[in-house]
């Protein structure tokens, strides 16, 4: 049984510099770092000095709040510097990798014969519990909590993402395994949403032991929280699991061999990467590693993620936990003569028809980060849900994310969003309102008052 | 342009704050980014790109729009002034004419609005927003063509400090500026707002002082100067005996303000509007038929007794400032409906209440202004119920889905 929903509304953003599906080098990683700021609202406990020697599947840090979600290290060395911000604040946890890399044997375990509980011990030890992220607010599941349902997005649609089928090809295996596992932990079944466009050829839709839909269109399609809201749109009370496909990967690789493996294929995109295509990378990688394929670093922008929800992390930064995708950008601090008054601006792209770029649907744009305008008033109503194939409002939802009225946020459906799922509106906004980052201070409020 | 570009990062030391000039660095931003498009980047906490739209872009598209209105009601100032002097004039003389007349509404209308807008930026110190350039394109378009110049101004500040500035400026108002500048000198001077001597330029000044500009020849015989709306009020007969037909009224080559007469032109604006996707097509496909319906009842109703009411219902599409409000006027984002159901009902009562402001209200005919202006007021209320009843329907299947 699957049921097919096409979706209508979106946007495809035609950025160039899409990865081609060849791997081109395997990173040998020197420096890698755990990073808190990864995770919504976690508050750090740091477990290891520098100094320390630790192994692939140390634990690293802890979560002080609920002290059994460990963090481990991704590889085997020693802990060469705690960075820290402002009021101390712990950014990262940065590991020297061995030569040699050594993990520690967590043992294989029979997903059949496990129940629920020695599955959740499992992934709290090796580190591999803060893969599983609990709708609503997008924060680390609670292991005390049993989820309606676990839902797995196996496409993205997001600008240049890595590509499911290329990047997971030789882990269909352990996908396999982690969706068994996974199915222990919850009793309304694995949802996994596959694209119309290639259902029937993707190697995936093999996979057992799951509940599959099937969704088409634009981005953001491929968003798990969208899929979520027409599967089984999230109500108050309501907790739902979401794990990235490539992390459903490294839980089955811990039950096939015992070890905790992050490695995953990375795709190096943007219009600034030369000849963009894959890398075997791991989780906390350093973005120096791949270096090689930027233009020009200085004026480059190293985007861990893709360019909607990907974070800044600077040429010496560190590949975010939850990214398989690394993008390079121009800095556009060029100011531009007239540019909003010119009829033309054929190296820009809009997506409303104020420009000419409606003509040419297939051109490719080297897009910068220029913002294009100044921030104003919302004045356009009708742009944001033209993006967004949710039956929210979306200017209703940040207007109270902005008032911090939170009986209208949970009116409007800040239960059923994170911030992805609004990045289109923050793309397309011409009045250039930071739509993420007022709806990611909304969702710390409401964080704040629910607990 | 690259020298232009030099000077500017050369002198913005001088504005910026703790600069010489620094307490003006809110209106040195104004022309900065008037020039250039500035080169600020994504701050790196959102999205990494965004859209090469601004508002500046989707304003200056609405001030396109109304080109071809504004080059109308040029023109046909001069063929008014013409046709009431009887004065054999040639194309060219008539366009000369309606530039003059013209010209010192437009200065007076930017002057006054982005002095205000200008000096209100800079008390508070924000941006100088760029919504006045839509308003104050559309303020000459709604006046008659003879309206002093120091009321129009008193208009104007009405419109930008009452009714934009002190809700916090573009975005943020209620009312329509321009239909509010429009509303207080109707208010306020009903004489030289209506009547029949306002709408022909020239007139005014010849029933005052016994010339008019460029010319000393008298008013030709039978010269009504009254606006085919009044002519209306006796029904179909009233028009063909003022010799106005449909045609007329479409092509606008009639007595009225400034740059509402021309379907024709308005049409022209309509269509890269709707186009763009800037105004929305669902207001005003829904103001006609709100207007339509409205006529069409009271074309039902009509006796002979009540020649008005017979009036096709279709003549009120084209009549007075209907076309210009519907197309212009209603459709602004900021203070028309914003949920999509909510901009069917809004625009079908500013259809509505225009047509039955024309029929019922003999005092008053132009009834467009007033329309939008009641459902700006209450096109907040109108979302707010639209967005209630979708929360309750989506309640309500979220409950049949969960049992």
Redesign the interface.
């Known amino acids: 049984m699957s049921n097919n929903i096409e979706l209508k509304k979106g946007l495809d953003?035609p950025?160039s510099g899409a990865a081609a599906r060849k791997t081109k080098k395997v990173i040998v990683p020197d420096i890698v770092a755990v990073k808190p700021t990864d995770f919504r609202g976690l508050i750090p406990r740091l477990l290891v000095r520098e100094g320390d020697t630790v192994l692939a599947g140390s634990p690293v840090l802890s979560d002080k709040v609920s002290p059994e979600i460990l963090f481990t290290s991704p590889v085997s060395g020693v802990v060469t510097q705690v960075v820290r911000g402002e009021k101390r604040k712990l950014l990262a946890v940065c590991i020297k990798a061995d030569k040699e890399q050594k993990s520690v044997d967590f043992g294989t375990l029979k997903t059949q014969s496990t129940d629920a509980d020695t599955i959740k011990q499992a992934l709290l030890k090796s580190g591999l519990w803060p893969t599983i992220v609990s709708r609503p607010y997008g924060v680390i599941a609670n292991p005390n909590v049993a989820p309606k349902a676990i839902f797995i997005s196996a496409f993205s649609t997001a600008p240049l993402a890595a590509n499911a089928e290329y990047a997971l090809k030789d882990e269909m295996a352990d996908i396999q395994t982690g969706i068994n596992v996974l199915s222990k932990l919850t009793k309304g079944g694995v949802h996994v949403s596959f694209n119309s466009e290639n259902y029937s050829g993707t190697p995936l839709h093999k996979l057992e032991n799951i509940v599959p839909h099937i969704f088409g269109g634009r981005h953001p399609a491929g968003n798990v929280g969208v899929q979520i809201h027409h599967i089984?749109?999230i109500?108050k009370g309501d907790t739902v699991w979401t794990v990235a496909l490539h992390h459903v990967a490294s839980i089955g690789k811990l039950f096939n061999s015992g070890k905790y493996d992050v490695s995953r294929l990375v795709a190096v995109t943007g219009p600034e990467a030369n000849d963009p295509c894959y890398v075997k990378g791991i989780s906390g990688m350093c973005m120096s590693e791949i270096a090689g394929f930027c233009k020009d670093e200085e004026k480059t922008?190293f985007?861990s993620g893709d360019?909607?929800?990907?974070?800044?992390v600077g040429k010496d930064g560190y590949l975010g936990f939850f990214d398989n995708q690394i993008?390079l950008?121009k800095?556009?601090?060029?100011?531009?003569?007239?540019?909003?008054?010119k009829p033309f601006?054929t190296k820009?792209?809009?997506?409303?028809?104020?420009?000419f770029?409606w003509l040419t649907p297939k051109k490719k744009y080297d897009?910068?980060?220029?913002?294009?305008?100044?921030p104003?008033?919302?004045?356009?109503?009708?742009?944001y849900?033209k993006v967004l194939p949710m039956?929210i409002?979306p200017?209703?939802l940040i207007k109270a994310c902005l008032a911090k009225d939170i009986d209208k946020m949970e009116?409007f459906g800040i239960y059923e969003v994170i911030?992805e799922d609004l990045?289109l509106c923050?793309?397309?906004?011409?009045?250039?309102i930071?739509?993420?980052?007022i709806l990611?201070d909304g969702i710390d409020l409401m964080l704040k008052e629910m607990a | 342009?690259n020298g232009?570009?030099k000077f500017i990062e050369k002198i913005k030391p001088t504005f910026s704050k703790g600069g010489k000039l620094g307490f003006l660095h809110s209106t040195f931003e104004a022309f900065e980014?008037f020039?250039?498009?500035?080169?600020?980047?994504?701050?790196?906490?959102?999205?990494?790109?965004?859209?090469?739209?601004?508002?500046?872009?989707?304003m200056?598209?609405v001030v396109l729009a109304l080109v071809p209105s504004l080059l109308f009601g040029i023109w046909n100032t001069g063929y008014q002034h013409n046709l009431a002097f009887g004065l054999d004039w040639g194309f060219w003389q008539m366009v000369w004419y309606g530039f003059v007349k013209i010209i010192p509404l437009y200065l007076v209308s930017y002057i006054v609005g982005l002095g205000i807008e200008f000096a209100s930026a800079q008390i508070k110190g924000h941006?100088v927003?760029e919504?006045y350039l839509v308003s104050g394109m559309l303020i000459p378009l709604i006046v008659p063509i003879d309206v002093p110049l120091w009321m129009l101004a008193l208009g104007v500040a009405f419109a930008v400090i009452i009714g934009k500035e002190v809700f916090?400026?573009?975005?943020?108002n209620i009312w329509n500026p321009a239909l509010l500048c429009r509303a207080f000198l109707f208010f306020s001077y009903p004489s030289k707002m209506s009547g029949d001597t306002v709408w022909t330029g020239g007139l005014s000044r010849f029933l005052t002082e016994g010339t008019a500009y460029a010319s000393g020849s008298g008013v030709v015989d039978g010269f009504s100067g009254a606006t085919p709306l009044v002519h209306a009020q006796a029904g179909i007969s009233g028009l063909s005996d003022a010799g106005l037909s449909f045609m007329d009224l479409f092509i606008g080559n009639i007595g009225g303000s400034v740059g509402e007469t021309s379907v024709i032109a308005i049409l022209i604006g309509a269509v890269i509007l709707i186009?763009?996707?800037?105004a929305?097509w669902k207001i005003m496909l829904s103001s006609v038929i709100g207007a339509l319906a409205v006529g069409g009842l009271a074309n039902l109703l009509a006796t002979d007794a009540t020649p008005y009411l017979q009036l096709p219902a279709y003549y009120h599409l084209v009549l007075g400032g209907f076309a210009f409000g519907t197309v212009f006027m209603a459709t602004d984002?900021?203070t028309?409906a914003?949920?999509?159901t909510g901009k069917w009902i809004y625009g079908f009562f500013v259809g509505a209440f225009t047509v039955m402001v024309r029929l019922f209200n003999p005092g008053y005919m132009e009834g467009m202004m007033l329309a939008i202006l009641l459902m700006n007021t209450f096109a907040p209320l109108i979302d707010h119920y639209v967005?209630e009843a979708?929360?309750s329907r989506?309640a309500k299947k979220?409950k049949s889905?969960?049992i």
Request: proline content about 3%; glycine content about 10%; overall charge neutral.
């Open positions: 953003i950025i089984s749109p109500v922008r985007i360019v909607l929800t990907g974070t800044a993008t950008i800095e556009g601090t060029e100011c531009e003569m007239f540019g909003w008054a601006r820009q792209f809009s997506s409303s028809r104020t420009y770029s897009m910068d980060t220029n913002t294009h305008g100044e104003r008033a919302f004045v356009m109503s009708d742009v849900s039956d409002y200017v209703y009116k911030e990045a923050e793309y397309v906004c011409p009045s250039k930071a739509i993420q980052a990611s | 342009m232009l570009n980014s020039l250039f498009v500035p080169g600020t980047v994504t701050s790196g906490k959102g999205t990494h790109v965004k859209d090469a739209v601004d508002l500046k872009r989707i200056i598209i941006q927003n919504g916090g400026g573009t975005g943020m186009w763009t996707g800037v929305s984002p900021v028309s914003q949920t999509e967005i979708s929360l989506r979220l889905l969960n």
